[in-house]
């Protein structure tokens, strides 16, 4: 099962209710997947304030704040959101993440960036949003992901968005069939794996193809060339937003789109909620196109 939302915003008006329709999303989607579930959110001032480097992080020493500062050796910030921390300082995206790691070796770095949150937890995805306060979020754009776990164990690590690429995030419906061959590849390449779970491996290939100067729709087909199995994918960064899905298009996936917006999720009741639905344009993405939208 696992259920996805993704809520790309064109209209700067709608930017202060992106939480409370992603809110409405996600809730929407917990009979997907009610073991746990993740939300990136780009763009909100008090998770990732502007021109601010912003890493989320799990499973952390609790002296985390005391232990970076002294790392980057300027002042740092630390929220507690449930499972989650935000570590936010005046340095670059990549500084911040090296201190946090160099800070506390054993903690999960669960995003990182300048425009991006990423909030993971343990639990029905309707308790987590309301840990949050996900519906007071502000910004432009929205990914998240309701899962049933069925290749690694349930905890907050697992669950998605996997973000292991600057501002960026992937969530997942489905199952790579030939992830270990594709892990050892990139393994042996020098990508580095947190874990065993076949959607970072979606993640650091996507990554890996950024970095490497692909855009994403040209990343997304040399995965759906590269992977088997089944699986409805979305990817976000801070300036855009795609859809694929494998050659059979065996999970669902719906798509609309307005002047105001871009949506996607596994179910239509998800985007029901969106204001001038009726409106909007919705569809079925065909097998293996990749559709993207940038800001």
């Keep these: 099962m696992c259920g996805i939302i993704g809520l790309h915003l064109r209209n700067p ?16 989607m917990a009979n997907r997947g009610s073991d746990s579930a993740g939300v990136a959110v780009y763009g909100d001032p008090t998770w990732s304030p502007a021109d601010t480097a912003c890493v989320s992080v799990l499973e952390s020493t609790p002296d985390l704040e005391a232990a970076v ?10 929220s507690d959101l449930g499972d989650t921390r935000l570590v936010t300082a ?23 960036g300048y425009d991006v949150a990423v909030l993971k937890g343990v639990g029905h995805p309707r308790a987590l949003a309301d840990s949050w306060g996900l519906a007071n979020a502000q910004g432009w754009q929205g990914v998240g992901h309701t899962r049933m776990a ?9 669950a998605h968005p996997y973000a292991v690429g600057q501002d960026q ?31 970072e491996v979606g993640a650091r290939f996507v990554a890996d193809q950024l ?11 040399e995965l759906c060339a590269t992977f088997d199995g089944f699986y409805t994918l979305l990817v976000s960064n801070r300036d ?6 494998d050659a ?48």
Aim: with cysteine.
């Design 13 to 28: 008006d709608l930017h202060p209710h992106l939480g409370g329709l992603l809110t409405g999303m996600l809730c929407e």
């Design 240 to 245: 855009s937003f795609a859809v694929v899905r």
């Design 169 to 199: 995030c992937l969530v997942h419906n489905g199952s790579f069939a030939n992830h270990a061959t594709i892990r050892r590849e990139l393994r042996a390449a020098g990508v580095h794996f947190d874990s065993e779970n076949d959607t």
């Design 150 to 158: 069925t290749e690694s164990a349930v905890n907050a690590a697992g």
């Design 69 to 78: 500062t002294a790392e980057l050796g300027c002042a740092v910030s630390v």
């Design 211 to 221: 970095a490497g100067g692909r855009d994403v729709e040209t990343a997304l087909k």
């Design 90 to 112: 005046d340095a670059t995206a990549e500084a911040l993440r090296d201190a946090v790691a160099a800070a506390d070796p054993t903690a999960l770095i669960a995003g990182f």
């Design 248 to 295: 059979i298009a065996c999970k669902p996936a719906v798509i609309a789109e307005t002047a105001d917006w871009v949506a996607m999720a596994s179910e239509y009741r998800a985007l029901s909620g969106l204001p001038g639905v009726e409106r909007a344009r919705i569809w079925e993405p065909e097998p293996e196109v990749v559709y993207a939208w940038s800001r």
